[in-house]
């Protein structure tokens, strides 16, 4: 049997999610990925409170959608590429070296940092189109775990950057 265990990931949202907004996990709202699956030894509200005191010291971070690209094991999953700008990057690096203080433990590794890859998967309800122009202004802590049920999700805080 498969055991599951409490993971979060960070995200930006495109379209407007209220804390506590719960969908299933092959049901994404629009978002850009932030920082990917992991676990971490704070709860809910340490997490919060130290991402919180890094995103109120930044402005938006803005950047542009380019190509579709497929990921996934077998290329299933259509995704949009953004634009890996340099502060983009920095914001992906300064909210890992924030998460590493409470013994981050990624899922997969290759994807942070160095291996960051910033996209949008393209959703049955919608997606970001080449050229568009994406602000990161506002980041959310998903539960991918919440009430125990491994197929949900769970908005659980948004933190907003500073506004410029």
Request: glycine share 6%; no cysteine.
């Amino acid at each position: 049997m498969q055991q599951f265990t409490q993971k979060y990931a960070i995200i930006q949202l495109f379209e407007d999610m209220p804390v506590g907004t719960q969908f299933s996990s092959n049901n994404w709202p629009l978002h850009a990925t932030v920082v990917d699956t992991f676990a971490i030894n704070w709860d809910v509200s340490e997490m919060t409170t130290k991402l919180d005191r890094l995103l109120t010291t930044y402005a938006p971070v803005r950047t542009i959608v380019g190509d579709d690209r497929f990921f996934g094991d077998q290329g299933q999953t259509r995704v949009a590429l953004l634009e890996k700008t340099d502060d983009l990057a920095k914001l992906h690096n300064d909210v890992i070296d924030v998460l590493e203080q409470g013994d981050w433990r990624p899922n997969d590794p290759q994807f942070a940092k160095e291996g960051f890859l910033p996209h949008a998967t393209v959703q049955s309800h919608g997606r970001l189109n080449k050229g568009d122009v994406v602000t990161f202004k506002a980041l959310s802590i998903v539960d991918f775990f919440p009430d125990g049920d491994p197929y949900q999700r769970k908005i659980l805080a948004t933190i907003h950057v500073l506004e410029t």
